[in-house]
């Protein structure tokens, strides 16, 4: 089919998706394991540039060990650094979850915010974080989750002709309707993940090939 050209072309694109990703991908339980608002941040941080299944097996000994904003606020630089080594880009992460947890102390009462604006003012924490905060922790939906699987997904659905995730976020934001914000984003990461591939996707397999104007490209 043709790459859509127009809004309304994407909007309906979308829509047609929409429904056919929903039976594939039903479960909207984000794969990160996560009790808290706290910790679902920390998890989302530690996930950058490392796959979940990985974060899931740190987190299991470092959210009993800092149970709190503070204890990441007071806890020595060196103990975060080796706590969340195997997540990789330790330094960084270490660091943004001390500046996070200091944040939290000093300015919101030890409580992780509820607002986009508020939430960007932590350490460590982009729209990325942000969105997956607000939507999987309050239910508030104030933007689309873009990693690299929905960037490249929705590219290739031709929803977007963008690649910086702020102006893929803002084309998604246009052509779905609210509601499909959370759902859609994560069910192009569950498809990004199983069947369109950075490198050889399989098209052939796909379940919604036929409505993918770049299924069958990739040689």
């Known amino acids: 089919m043709p790459r859509p050209r127009t809004w309304k072309a994407r909007s309906e694109l979308a829509a047609a998706l929409s429904p056919r990703l929903a039976v594939l991908y039903p479960d909207l339980t984000v794969s990160l394991d996560w009790e808290t608002p706290l910790q679902l941040i920390v998890a989302t941080v530690l996930s950058a540039q ?5 974060v899931n097996r740190v987190t299991r000994t470092l959210f009993p060990a800092y149970p709190d904003a503070r204890a990441y606020a007071d806890a020595p630089l060196e103990a975060l650094r080796e706590a969340v080594r195997p997540t990789g880009f330790f330094n960084n992460k270490a660091r943004h979850l001390k500046g996070l947890g200091r944040r939290l102390v000093d300015v919101y009462d030890g409580e992780v915010p509820r607002t986009m604006e508020d939430l960007l003012t932590l350490p460590g924490v982009a729209r990325k974080t942000a969105n997956v905060v607000l939507s999987n922790a309050f ?4 933007g689309v989750v873009v990693d690299t ?16 995730p702020p102006r893929v976020e803002k ?5 779905l309707p609210r509601e499909e914000w959370h759902p859609f984003a ?3 990461i569950l498809h990004g ?3 369109c591939y950075a490198r050889k ?3 052939a397999e796909c ?3 036929d409505l993918c104007p770049s299924a069958g490209k990739f040689g």
């Open 193 to 195: 993940r199983t069947v």
């Open 207 to 209: 379940p919604v090939a």
């Open 171 to 175: 084309d998604l934001m246009r052509v």
């Open 139 to 142: 239910g508030l939906h104030e």
């Open 186 to 188: 994560w069910r192009s």
């Open 50 to 54: 490392c796959t979940d299944e990985r």
């Open 149 to 164: 699987h929905v960037k490249r997904v929705t590219h290739r659905f031709g929803l977007t002709n963008e690649v910086d």
């Open 201 to 203: 996707p399989r098209c």
